[in-house]
């Protein structure tokens, strides 16, 4: 049974009750299954129904009869999250609709509430006792915590011990849609099932290796939250250096939570730290101002609504990150972010290194060659070389090899929270984030954080919407052939 916390919020329609319908579609959801969605809202399950048959029609573009039986498992229950006799009556309902249903007590519980909610829900399920699983209680129990996970390391730290006061660590999915992408599962299925690209993969070949989330929208409707957090938070701490562990992390032995999540520890463990006093060097911040697309003017990010007009807050961040191991060392990883970007375009991009000793120089512009893993859009994996362009002279032109998702396998992809989803419904958490993870990534980025906040540091470097943000991100990298792709 999933247990959803804050279903009348925008992320039930828009994400979760679509992936569930998705799962349903493809025979993956147990046959004894329903969802619940509990939310402060008064609201009869009949009402609550009728959202969701309208958010399957504008997400999904579904109807007809198999939404009837869909709608038919999902139930609603309105109660204040606060109120510990709430859970007293949810557990009660709950029961009720597990004699309904056949759920046997299995429970995944998903807070998709603010974060400041969390631990309220937390403790309060632990109180009425529906955090428990075994000594004769049938079922599992599990719960998933959406991001952000903390706000500074002591915050993060803190949620860890209050959700180990209530749950054990097997029973946490730490979600980050990241993972759940095709494409970023894919980065370990396109290491490790081809004997061709690992033996390549390390400081031998590659000069460095960029990670790049470009977004073209700015903050929408999300002040409240964003302008307490920034570009740094909202996607370096959890997608984006989760995405640079995948990309370097060693193979693990099995694939299976216990391995994959141990080697992605070792690769945050071997990153350096950045001191405070060396954040100018290694880190960059930005922040939109007024720009255009295509001739459309767009306001600067201290116009947008609730925005404050002094907000010092980053809507870009790019850190050079250097890892002290073995395959990588002498590898930078560039990371970087940023809304208002000139297009959508989230990839990973390997620059080999220069051949060692050029013998078609003359007259030729000789491009390094490069392995761009797309994440989105456009998924795909391409990979840039020279040639010899056809005729008397050597002359060569950069060539590529694409593959392209799409074209190669066609169909639907599934989103990431279906795979997600599905994943904590059969108690896998090989895609999830496990809490030594979460406190590592918040204490390396600490001091970037202390540096961007201390009052001293009063520039926010800005950049034109539509551009690729400050210029200052240009100065991160202090080799000629180095320079930041445009995926
Ligand atoms: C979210 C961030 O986690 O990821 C948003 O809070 C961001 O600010 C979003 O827009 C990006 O996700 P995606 O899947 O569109 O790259």
């Not at 000594?135 to 998933?144: A, E, F, H």
Request: glycine letters at 8%.
């Amino acid at each position: 049974m999933l247990v959803i916390f804050g279903a009348s919020g925008d992320l039930t329609r828009r994400k979760l009750v679509p992936a569930i319908w998705h799962l349903q579609q493809q025979g993956r959801l147990p046959e004894q299954f329903a969802l619940v969605g509990v939310a402060r809202s008064e609201m009869s399950t009949d009402e609550f129904r009728q959202r969701m048959r309208e958010a399957l029609d504008e997400f999904v573009g579904a109807s007809g009869e198999e939404v009837d039986r869909f709608l038919a498992r999902i139930n609603y229950v309105s109660g204040d999250p606060g109120d510990a006799e709430f859970y007293g009556r949810l557990g009660q309902q709950l029961q009720q609709l597990d004699d309904a249903f056949g759920t046997a007590g299995n429970r995944c519980f998903y807070c998709s509430v603010p974060p400041q909610v969390y631990l309220t829900i937390i403790e309060q399920i632990g109180i009425a006792g529906l955090n428990q699983e075994g000594q004769g209680k049938p079922g599992w129990v599990r719960i998933i915590v959406e991001k952000p996970f903390g706000h500074d390391l002591d915050t993060a730290r803190a949620l860890n011990q209050s959700i180990h006061a209530v749950f054990a660590e097997h029973q946490i999915f730490r979600i980050d849609h990241y993972l759940g992408k095709e494409t970023v599962q894919n980065i370990l299925v396109f290491r490790l099932a081809n004997s061709m690209f690992e033996p390549l993969w390390n400081r031998r070949y590659v000069d460095h290796v960029q990670i790049t989330a470009a977004e073209t929208v700015g903050v929408e409707h999300r002040a409240g939250y964003y302008d307490s957090s920034g570009a740094l938070r909202d996607m370096i701490q959890n997608h984006l250096l989760q995405v640079m562990c995948v990309v370097a992390m060693e193979p693990p032995s099995a694939f299976d939570a216990e391995s994959v999540r141990l080697e992605k520890l070792k690769v945050l463990k071997a990153v350096r730290p950045i001191s405070v006093g060396q954040v100018d060097r290694f880190a960059v911040r930005g922040q939109y101002a007024a720009g255009d697309y295509d001739g459309t003017a767009v306001q600067g990010y201290r116009q947008e609504e609730d925005v404050p007009a002094n907000s010092r807050t980053e809507t870009f961040a790019a850190i050079e990150f250097t890892l002290d191991n073995w395959r990588w060392q002498g590898v930078p990883f560039y990371v970087r972010t940023g809304k208002r970007m000139p297009h959508r375009a989230s990839a990973i991009t390997m620059q080999f290194k220069q051949a060692p000793h050029l013998i078609f120089a003359g007259g030729n512009d000789l491009r390094p060659s490069t392995l761009t893993i797309r994440i989105q859009p456009d998924e795909g994996i391409a990979l840039s070389f020279s040639g010899k362009i056809p005729g008397p002279d050597v002359n060569l032109g950069t060539v590529e090899m694409d593959f392209n998702y799409q074209d190669a396998f066609g169909g639907r992809s599934p989103e990431a929270y279906e795979t997600l989803l599905l994943d904590c419904l059969l108690g896998d958490g090989t895609l999830f984030a496990d809490s030594g993870w979460i406190e590592k990534s918040w204490e390396l980025l600490m001091p970037v954080l202390e540096a961007w906040n201390a009052t001293s540091a009063t520039r926010v470097p800005t950049y034109r919407a539509g551009t690729w943000g400050p210029r200052e991100a240009d100065d991160l990298f202090d080799r000629d052939w180095r320079a930041w792709a445009c995926p």
